[in-house]
């Protein structure tokens, strides 16, 4: 029996790299070396866990997660019946399209392996192509731009839009690079850590707002100009809010500032319900939109990930070899520390 090493949760704060049976493709199949895993807050929610409830137990015994829901590799065996991939291939990969669970995310495989099994592998549904111009590490962030897209796609944001992201984490970047190439004239990004702020500037942001030391409203207002919310207060011109931070000041922020027919998008996870201004929306009508997830986007973005990856690569802060993991996810768990840490494989001897 052949063997690989795969990445999984080993109790709170903890992870470990232990010997598993190396996946063999049917002939609906495809394997993929994997060359590049990036680390998500999904995966960090796991640490502090401690893995996830096991099924039927309500006692709060945790069992491991295999993790990684962010790979990209090469395809290195190609079943009989697939058509579309050949042995060499360098491919994305959808993690929801598992049918046995969400990759790194509960199923039976993690993308933080040497070798990730893609099951009835479909171009365009499981896996995508993308070209070598593009390296592994950037075509890792594929996953996290297909979430930070379909925020983009539910605000609906247009040229004449101006528009104000709260957090500058990865989702918050990807979601202005999405809203400058969708061609809307104004974008701000606010974070309470200025090399985030920088990082904004650099990847393509009108303006910046630290909010730590400035106040959001009136330096909105300088932006986007002065409007009115239903009972003629004055409020900033923003049209469109989007929560890529997800801490309740920013919900407060928002509906202190929102003028009258203004939206917010809330892509970010609240850590626990907040007391919200019902009142304050309804002096605003203010719209409330959910984005969860990429129910249309995950290969949507691949080909433009592609054409501007030079952009993209900026959101990368930390890549880190396979070998040193520990330190990966160390990196990952400590606030402020890293903004996007992608895990390294060396695809020559497999080794991690």
Known sequence: MATMKSVRTAGVGKVEVVDVERPVPGPK???????????????????????????GHQGGEMVPVP??????????EVGAEVTGLAVGDRVVVNPQDAPTGIIGCGGRYGGMSEYLLIENAEVGKGVAVFPDTVPFDIASLNEPMAVARHCVNRSEAGPDDKVVVFGAGPIGLGAAIWLKLRGVRHVVVADVIPSRLEKALAVGADAVI??????VAARLTELHGQAANALGQPRPGTDIFIDAAGVPAVFNTVVGSAKWG???VMVAVQKKGSEIDLGGMLRSELTLIASQGYPTEIFEVTPEIVEHHERFAKLISHRVPAAEVDRAFELALTPGAAEKVVVTFDGQDGTV
């Open 67 to 76: 993790l990684g829901h962010e790979p990209a590799g090469e395809v290195v």
């Open 262 to 264: 203004a939206k917010l």
């Open 210 to 215: 630290d909010s730590a030391r400035e106040d």
């Open 29 to 55: 199949d495809v394997l993929v070396r994997v060359r590049a895993c990036g680390i998500c807050g999904t995966d960090v929610t796991f640490l502090h866990m401690g893995g996830m409830p096991a099924r």
